[in-house]
């Protein structure tokens, strides 16, 4: 409908979540967005509203995708907790394994494990990159793979929030052969018609909705106090919320920040994750195999996002910084506000996707309302 009004379908034991997604769009907190959750593998909620632009002339339709930012992180993972699991990837061992270059500078037994779950002292890049450096995956990963932690690999956590993306991306490229988005999308995406993408086709930019920057003030990178790993990963690039809207940024594998969907993509994808590995039908792991994200990889202040972090095998864990109502779910979420949630205990997965950025870089109230209005439903609140 060209008004904007919020379109979809809930269950009727989920009518709450409609009724908060509504409230989101009517007070403002929202200008455009879908909310999407699954239980026992099947959609219970799938709704989508407001606008696709902050001038409200292009409705946010079923089919509107938007950059979720650091949301890709999730697919990054599942993609390599895949290939994990039919033997090809070993998490405890070395990166230089697969990625003889990476041994460089003393990083000879970083574990791959390191690069899932942030604790691998690459942050950022030393070097001086340009934003447009971010679409030249070679440059990107052999820079990384030269330089010195910023720290003892495995001591701390600190959020590779780009360099992650690069680094697991690179470790899947050296054993498949192939990009991450392209195993994600051949493997993953397409198998189940989720609409979820690493590097966008260009026929698919009319779909895509424009990300609102957050407020002035709000944004990465600004505000004192920062220490120096910190003011790298914020400027080193900068980060660019009009970049988004580019050709050359949809186009581009970054495999943790750059992903574009929609929420109802977000919740079929991670569907396999809450069903012990199947998904419409179709088995993508082992139970296992879904089950090392829950392994606690490293705990402790983040020396990047200055906070409690609880990290799994390139997941969040329930703690932390967000108690979660179940034990054995998972999440991470995108600057601005996307939320990806996998409560493993609920069988049942929850995506959020707006374009009104917040200045928030792991989820915000909008999503999380969402979801506890979900757990509400499902009598675990």
């Known amino acids: 409908m060209a008004d ?66 650091s949301t890709t992180k999730t697919v990054t993972a599942l993609t390599a907790l895949m290939i994990a699991d039919r033997g090809d990837l070993d998490f405890d061992a070395p990166v230089a394994k697969y990625w003889p270059e990476f041994a460089a500078n003393g990083k000879d037994r970083v574990k791959v494990s390191h690069l899932m779950s942030h604790a691998s002292g690459l942050s950022g890049w030393k070097e001086k990159i340009s934003k447009d450096d971010l679409y030249d995956w070679d440059k990107c990963v052999s820079l990384l793979a030269a330089q010195a932690p910023f720290w003892e690999p495995g001591t701390a956590p600190g959020y590779h929030a780009i360099t992650q993306g690069y680094l697991v991306g690179e470790v899947i490229r050296r054993i498949t052969g192939r990009t991450v988005g392209t195993v994600f999308r ?44 910190q003011a790298n990963m914020s400027n080193n690039p900068g980060v660019d919320v009009l970049a ?3 050709r050359a940024w949809r186009g581009a594998e970054i495999p943790a920040a750059g992903g574009t ?30 089950r090392k994200a829950l392994e606690l990889q490293i705990e402790g202040q983040d020396l990047i996002l200055g906070t ?24 991470w979420g995108g600057y601005g506000g996307s939320l990806a949630i996998i409560d493993m205990d609920a069988r049942t997965s929850f995506g959020y996707a707006m374009n009104k950025m917040a200045g928030t870089t792991q989820g915000d109230v909008r999503g999380l309302g969402l979801a506890m209005a979900m757990w509400e439903a499902l009598g675990l609140l």
């Open 4 to 69: 904007g009004s919020v379109q979809g379908h809930v269950h009727d034991r989920y009518a709450g979540v409609r009724t908060t997604f509504e409230g989101n769009l009517d007070n403002g907190a929202d200008v455009g967005a879908a909310f999407c959750a699954t239980v026992e593998g099947e959609i219970v909620v799938d709704l989508w509203g407001g606008f696709a632009d902050e001038a409200k002339t292009r409705p946010w339709t079923r089919d509107t995708i938007i950059n979720v930012y």
């Open 186 to 229: 051949e493997e993953i995406a397409e198998p189940l018609g989720a609409d979820f993408w690493i590097g966008l086709p260009a026929s698919e930019d009319g779909r895509v909705a424009d990300l609102i920057p957050p407020p002035p003030g709000a944004a990465i990178g600004e505000g004192g106090g920062q220490t120096e790993i």
């Open 244 to 246: 988004t809207r580019t």
């Open 261 to 290: 969907a929609n929420a109802r993509g977000i919740a079929e994808v991670h569907a396999i994750l809450a069903n012990g590995g199947v998904a419409k039908g179709k088995r993508f792991l082992s139970e296992a195999g879904c």
């Open 308 to 331: 409690p972090a609880r990290y799994g095998m390139g997941f969040g864990l329930s703690g932390g910084l967000l108690p979660l109502p179940n034990p054995n779910t998972i999440y």
